[in-house]
Antibody
Framework: QITLEESGPTLVKPTQTLTLTCTFS??????????MGWIRQPPGGALEWLAL???????RYSPSLRSRLTITKDTSKNQVDLTMTNMGPVDTATYFC????????????????WGQGTRVTVSS | DTQMTQSPSSLSAFVGDRVTITCRAS??????LHWYQHKPGKAPKLLIY???RLQSGVPSRFSGSGSGTDFTLTITSLQPEDFTTYYC?????????FGGGTKVEIK
């Protein structure tokens, strides 16, 4: 059975740093071509991609948030962390982690498994 | 950035209806287009990947088509559990981008 679960603080103060952890099972981040991403959804808003880390530790970030984000993985613990610095009220959102796979022998990758998300509120 | 424009943003339909949602990319993205279903409080669910490939376990009433810049998601014979929000996403280039979503409501 494949599961992904996000964890972290539900409330952070402005200017603080947020660290979220995605713990997964039934998946491997050691397999060629796979990755894990973070996506968020503000209240009443659409999905916004934040970051992606590949099996080989290659990392990609949303340019608009690049200076504030760090994504890391611990393959031995089946965990992926996302750190976001200098949090503000506009960062209030539900944060999802999602596993990425690709069509065999192509670069067409997609998010095939998602966690239920963790809601983060930024408020003093 | 590749902008993804979904339309309509919402629609009302009856159970049993056929509905089509469109997604237009601001530049060509080949077939790097995927569709997700998202119910409130739940994990988003992959429906279609590579523009037209049905994800395992997804009912065959869902189908996708298109290539380049214009794509469609079609749901034939809407079921009660299909009334929720749908998103398209491109993974052709970074940053990865999603459409604004289409909320399918019961008429």
């Amino acid at each position: 059975q494949i599961t992904l679960e996000e964890s972290g603080p539900t409330l952070v103060k402005p200017t603080q740093t947020l660290t979220l952890t995605c713990t997964f099972s039934g998946l491997s981040l050691s397999t060629s071509g796979v990755g894990m991403g973070w996506i968020r959804q503000p209240p009443g808003g659409a999905l916004e991609w934040l970051a992606l880390i590949y099996y080989d530790d290659d990392k990609r970030y949303s340019p608009s948030l690049r200076s504030r984000l760090t994504i890391t993985k611990d393959t031995s613990k089946n965990q992926v962390d996302l750190t976001m610095t200098n949090m503000g009220p506009v960062d209030t959102a539900t944060y999802f982690c999602a596993h990425s796979s690709s069509i065999v022998a192509t670069n067409v990758y997609f998010f095939d498994y998602w966690g239920q998300g963790t809601r983060v509120t930024v408020s003093s | 950035d590749t902008q993804m424009t979904q339309s309509p943003s919402s629609l009302s339909a009856f159970v049993g209806d056929r509905v089509t949602i469109t997604c237009r990319a601001s530049q060509t993205i080949s077939n790097y287009l995927h569709w997700y279903q998202h119910k409130p409080g739940k994990a988003p669910k992959l429906l279609i990947y590579g523009a037209s490939r049905l994800q395992s376990g997804v009912p065959s009433r869902f189908s996708g088509s298109g290539s380049g810049t214009d794509f469609t998601l079609t749901i034939t014979s809407l079921q009660p559990e299909d009334f929720t929000t749908y998103y398209c996403q491109q993974t052709y280039n970074f940053p990865l981008t999603f459409g604004g979503g289409t909320k399918v409501e019961i008429k």
